[in-house]
């Protein structure tokens, strides 16, 4: 899938599937999970642990996406999100797909 594609093309996002990582609040995900994944899913990915709070974005692409899932209600404006509701594990869940789009992208 190209780097701009939101469903038809991604195997992995699939109605029915709506979460790359349905567990990402709870489990630390592992950086072997990520390695077959596409720049785009790698943004869906890490986006969808803001986006599961109701976090809107600016990015059209994105808030597109996540307007076409069933379970995501975007009611806070980024400037209004306050990061420090996400749990450790989304912290660092965030941070493992941080590192993993920056060492493709060095």
Known sequence: AQDGDILTDNASITVGEEFLFPESDEYEIYESELESLSSWELRIAR?????RYGRRFSDQELQEYFDSCS??????????????????????????????????NQ
């Open 47 to 51: 986006n969808e642990i803001l986006a």
């Open 71 to 104: 379970w995501y209600e975007g009611t806070i404006e980024p400037t209004d999100f306050d990061i420090n509701i996400l749990n450790d594990v989304e912290r660092i869940n965030i941070n493992i797909i941080k590192n993993e789009e920056n060492s493709r």
